[in-house]
């Protein structure tokens, strides 16, 4: 009885604990804080405003921390939020977020501001810290664009706003922005062809035109960097130092453009090349104007980064905000590796019929080729897609086709990353084919290597070579037999014959394809041979419970027999729509089932069928 009640007690105590944690994983705190600096009337949603935008730079995930209510009392503020999990990992953000919203106290920070050149080019200033207990403090600087070859006396202002705090601002006399630049264009860069500022105007010029189409599907992205990267492919040092910082930002503008370029014709062939180009664009001023063999180097934009390493790296290789692993196995340095994300489609259906991009490209490169290359990368997934049908690629050359994944195969497929095992360098991507719609039919799967359109022409050729064979059958003086003999002159058999003609041939693919069956190479191979393995069975099928119809029927009701061959045409009909349903559907959404949630994906040897 005893050791009964005390479990009883251990039950409730422990059930007891658990409500507590749950009823206080969201907490109320108070926060305090010295706002004498401030005047009254302090507007609380501007300062919600600041701590989202805080919490969001920090990856804080959404509604961690909910800001009630803030009073303004005797030159506090008084802060009532209701927060999930540790506070202390939150008040720095809840202190930083006054001053962004209010300004700082009694002068200003040393900071760096943006000060527009054109609408969509900044140069970037540093001013000191400034104290002050005016309404105003004015300082003088220079604005200098290097592409340029321009700079200009600017003012900044430090200045009280509506709540007693201060920010810098610029002030009225700024002679910073070039309204003649306003409009950008590659025809104004190339009047100065031939000159030596060429390369400096063609990359802000270029820069400048693809983030003023951002909004607009530009498919002439590829001959533009083209036409950039052999013009300026070996500029002078002077000219790449001064636009160090442009020629990264080329990459950040065409991967800006990219984002709806979607519609444009053969997308990943074009996505493909224009990667390429971009690599090189970055890569090849690097290798001209750094010491790769001597040293290490990094180089980032807001959207790429790229290394050079002259010797192994210490364990695995973190790029692009952890979107790619790389774990070089066998590999010759130097090495280039570079990376950048490619924007991809939440709403894919509108590219079925091509691939698409699951993350994006990163660049594995040699300066001294290795015999046995190998390298393992890891994709990180995005959560918005469709696990399945994945193929790692790796080209050079800017082609897609079915070359480019026998250098990659998938080994490994996680809720989270898909890892890649590659034997070539080069552009190494993970490619996904959407999943089929309702109405929209798979007409060409680039990854499965043989095109929907190939076997439609297979299926017509061999009912064609069956069909023939079977009038050639018939038409022989030599095959008159059937007419007499076995058979008694009984026509009402001839149907019969003609069917077991097809149906033999029917049986031979089925035995083909049920050998190949047996032993596949991967799991992969099932998605083309499985459904064409169901609909030949299905067709057979058919084409039995027709014979078994003709021999009842035939003898009482001749009709059938005068629309044989109408009947034979709906059965083959019948047998090819069997193909398709069994590939586009329920093929497909058993291997998205079964194999996009596995965390290892390789060889079996099962059989598909």
């Not at 959207?303 to 979107?323: D, V």
Request: hydrophobic share 40%.
């Amino acid at each position: 009885m005893a050791f009964a009640m005390t479990v009883l007690f251990l039950i409730f105590r422990l059930s007891f604990l658990e409500s507590q944690s749950i009823e206080f994983s969201t907490r109320t705190f108070i926060e305090v804080l010295d706002c004498s600096t401030y005047l009254p009337g302090l507007n609380e949603d501007l300062y919600r405003e600041a701590l989202k935008q805080l919490l969001e730079n920090n990856n804080v995930k959404e509604g961690s921390v909910f800001v009630e209510a803030m009073h303004f009392v005797e030159g506090r503020c008084v802060i009532k939020m209701r927060v999930k999990g540790d506070y202390i990992d939150y008040r720095e953000s809840v202190v930083r977020a006054l001053t962004i919203a209010y300004g700082e106290s009694w002068g200003c920070r040393m900071t760096t501001v943006n000060v527009p050149v054109t609408s969509f080019y900044s140069a970037k200033i540093t001013v000191p810290d400034i104290s002050s207990m005016g309404l105003s403090d004015r300082l003088f600087r220079k604005c200098k664009v290097p592409i340029l070859q321009w700079q200009a006396s600017i003012e900044v202002v430090c200045k009280m706003n509506d709540y007693g705090g201060y920010l810098w601002e610029l002030g009225e006399h700024s002679r910073c922005f070039i309204p003649e630049f306003e409009k950008p264009s590659l025809e104004k860069a190339e009047l100065l062809k031939g000159s030596p500022f060429y390369c400096q105007f063609r990359i802000f010029m270029t820069v400048g035109t693809f983030l003023s189409q951002q909004s607009e599907t530009n498919c002439n992205l590829l001959p533009t960097l083209k036409d950039f990267h052999d013009k300026c492919k070996n500029p002078e040092r002077w000219v790449y130092e001064s636009a160090y910082r442009e020629w990264f930002s080329i990459t950040d503008a065409t991967l800006t453009a990219l984002e709806f370029s979607g519609g444009c014709p053969n997308y990943p062939v074009y996505v493909t090349r224009v990667a390429k180009t971009l690599f090189q664009i970055m890569v090849d001023p690097v290798l001209s104007y750094f010491d790769v063999y001597a040293e290490t180097t990094y180089h980032r934009s807001q959207k790429a980064e790229l290394y050079t390493f002259n010797e192994a790296p210490e364990g695995e290789l973190h790029l692009c905000e952890k979107s790619y692993t790389v774990y070089p196995i066998s590999v010759s340095y130097p090495l280039i590796v570079a990376c950048f994300d490619v924007p991809v489609e939440e709403e894919v259906e509108r590219l079925s019929l091509f691939p698409f991009l699951s993350v994006g490209f990163i660049l594995v490169q040699e300066l001294k080729p290795s015999k046995n290359f190998q390298i393992y990368v890891r994709f990180g997934i995005p959560d918005f897609h469709q696990r399945g049908q994945y193929n790692c690629s790796s080209s050079w050359d800017g082609k897609h086709s079915w070359s480019m994944f026998h250098s990659c195969k998938v080994i490994q497929v996680h809720r989270d990353y898909v890892t890649c095992k590659c034997y070539k360098p080069g552009l190494l991507a993970l490619w996904q084919y959407p999943p089929p719609r309702k109405r929209n039919v798979l007409i060409h799967n680039d990854l499965n290597g043989i095109s929907m359109t190939a076997l439609i022409y297979l299926d017509i050729v061999a009912h064609a070579i069956g069909l023939l064979w079977q009038l050639l059958f018939r038409l022989s003086p030599e095959n008159r037999w059937l007419d007499f003999g076995l058979f008694l002159n009984d026509m009402s058999l001839i149907p019969i014959i003609d069917m077991d003609i097809q149906r033999t041939i029917i049986n031979t693919l089925i035995l083909m394809v049920h050998r190949y069956n047996i032993n596949p190479a991967n799991e992969e191979q099932c998605q083309l041979s499985g459904p064409v393995w169901n609909a030949l069975v299905l067709t057979a099928t058919y084409m039995d419970i027709f014979i078994v119809l003709v021999m009842i029927t035939a003898p009482r009701d001749e009709r059938l027999l005068d629309r044989f061959w109408q009947f034979v045409l709906m059965l083959h009909i019948a047998g090819f729509l069997t193909f398709l349903w069994f590939y586009n559907s329920t093929t497909l959404n058993y291997y998205n089932i079964n194999f996009s949630n596995r965390t290892s994906t390789t060889s079996t040897g099962r059989p598909c069928v």
